[in-house]
Nanobody, 116 residues
């Protein structure tokens, strides 16, 4: 089992920045990919960014050049630096962890609200 706890959400004006953090615990040695997803009201959950054990990153087109995912080497923390935020970035942001047993774990989510 992997436990994930997000933090760092909040209210920010358009053009501002936020840094989300995700603390992982439990069987972190099984993690091979971690990511951030988001879900806006009335919409499906969508991928924002992922990072692999080798450090390879992947971003959704709508955040490229604005968001940066990073992690520590021990897989205990994953971050999402969000710059140039837009009102359409408003959503609940979820941390995810994929393991070598093909299981995906989720955090409880953190609200990000961007005002215009």
């Amino acid at each position: 089992q992997v436990q994930l706890v997000e933090s760092g959400g909040g209210l920010v004006q358009a053009g501002g920045s936020l840094r989300l953090s995700c603390a992982a615990s439990g069987s972190i040695f099984r993690i091979n990919v971690m990511g951030w997803f988001r879900q806006a009201p009335g919409k499906q959950r969508e991928l924002v960014a992922t990072i692999t054990s080798g450090g390879t990153t992947n971003y959704a087109d709508f955040v490229k050049g604005r968001f940066t995912i990073s992690r520590d080497n021990a897989w205990t923390m994953v971050y999402l630096q969000m710059n140039s935020l837009k009102p359409e970035d408003t959503a609940v942001y979820y941390c995810s962890a994929d393991t070598t047993r093909s299981l995906r774990y989720w955090g409880q989510g953190t609200q990000v609200t961007v005002s215009s």
